[in-house]
């Protein structure tokens, strides 16, 4: 009885925990006010599925590369943190310009 009254608190707690985060929003549309958040979750969403063709892209082609052995791991790593790097600071950029209009 003790252990199923311990798993029911643990569960409790995970629902709760779960519905506090639910309702967080996540960078970088944490930095908004809480009444333009919605509408930055909705322009990011829309921003990274303008951008999916072009990141599938960059990745069949660097794919394709190491497997013609034209670049090794560490190269095939090192370029794709610069791409997701150059890629995220364009997204911002968008998304700052597109929260500016509204």
């Known amino acids: 009885m003790r252990t199923r009254w311990n798993l029911s608190i643990i569960l409790l707690g995970l629902v709760f925990t779960s519905l506090s985060h639910a309702k967080a929003v996540d960078p970088p549309c944490d930095k908004y006010p809480a009444a333009k958040q919605p509408h930055c979750v909705e322009v990011w969403r829309e921003l990274n599925k303008e951008d999916g063709p072009l990141i599938a892209q960059f990745g069949l082609d660097q794919q394709k590369r190491r497997e013609e052995g034209k670049i090794n791991a560490q190269q095939h790593l090192a370029e794709n943190m610069t791409f997701i ?15 500016a209009k509204e």
């Open 85 to 99: 790097k150059h890629s995220t600071e364009k997204r911002l950029e968008r998304l700052k310009e597109r929260m």
